[in-house]
């Protein structure tokens, strides 16, 4: 029974995260500790086995979601490599930091962080974008299927900073680091959101790499458990880069704000009266 429900944790996980750019992470963690440790119906869940497996499966809904993305010529490699490099010191940080955390602990921070992650993706349609990085860094250019031209561009120090705070949270929380670069990359450095959503999961698989290597190192990977989550997460990081061109995406953006919240309000509860 375990199995199952971990498959379509793995599933949702995988369509949502290559949906939306967020890497899966974010929905998987949250569902894997309410349904292993507050219903009780997964055994051997722990913040940190949760994390060792939440980095196993980004592997592979980067990897499925990033050769989609390749098809459709919506990933900027150039950039997610610049933003790995940013991102890697602070995952390797963020894992070790991770180990030094009990229950209620990671509960409370990580309830913050889904707290203001559901802000951010609540506000940032209303934001206007900020033009002051791309005139003080390096232009890019895209050409959409429709023939216009998207210019888009950062300073690579800001870029490397950025990065860094979101590879530790990655570490740190097991998720993706997509639910905070994508807001970042439209926002600041005027991407489109193509781009971003493809050269996002770009970034989190390399990332996912450095993370996992690091979590199993220190004994965090439940292996059995990445049976039924691996292959499901994959299948849905394919489906939903598919969906990605298919649909508007407003409405599960929209959900999941209210998801985000909602898991972030009981992760704090738990962390403080838990």
């Known amino acids: 029974m375990e199995y199952l429900i971990l498959a379509l944790i793995g599933l949702s996980a995988g369509v949502i995260g290559a949906l939306v750019g967020l890497g899966g992470g974010i929905i998987l963690v949250p569902a894997t500790l309410f349904i292993g440790i507050n219903l009780g119906w997964i055994d051997g869940i722990t913040p940190q086995t949760v994390v060792g497996l939440s980095v196993i499966m980004m592997i592979f809904t980067g990897l499925g979601s990033t050769l989609s993305y390749m098809k459709k010529k919506t990933v900027d490699f150039k950039s997610g490599a610049i933003f790995f490099a940013g991102s890697a010191p602070g995952t390797l940080i963020g894992a070790f930091v991770n180990k030094q955390l009990d229950l209620p602990s990671f509960n409370l921070y990580f309830g913050i962080l889904l707290i203001i992650l559901a802000t951010l993706l609540l506000v940032r349609d209303y934001l206007k974008p900020v033009q002051w990085f ?4 390096k232009k890019r250019m895209f050409t959409d299927i429709h023939g216009h031209e998207h210019i888009y561009g950062y300073p690579i120090w800001f870029a490397l ?11 740190l ?18 991407f489109p959101p193509h781009v971003a959503v493809g050269t996002s999961m770009f970034m989190v698989f390399l990332s996912a790499i450095v993370n996992s290597i690091t979590h199993i190192s220190l004994g965090n ?5 990445t049976i039924p989550v691996v292959p ?4 849905g990081a394919k489906m939903g ?4 061109n298919k649909m508007k995406s407003e409405t599960l953006v929209f959900a999941l704000r ?11 509860v738990d962390g403080i009266w838990g």
Do not use: D, E, H, Q
């Open 134 to 137: 791309v005139k003080r860094g």
């Open 161 to 171: 900073l950025l990065t860094f705070g979101v590879g530790f949270a990655s570490g």
């Open 173 to 190: 929380f097991g998720i993706g680091g997509g639910s905070i670069i994508v807001p970042a990359m439209i926002l600041l450095f005027l």
């Open 221 to 225: 990977v439940p292996w059995l458990y």
């Open 232 to 235: 499901a997460a994959y299948f």
């Open 241 to 244: 880069a598919y969906l990605n």
């Open 258 to 268: 209210i998801i985000l919240l909602l898991l972030g309000v009981r992760s704090i």
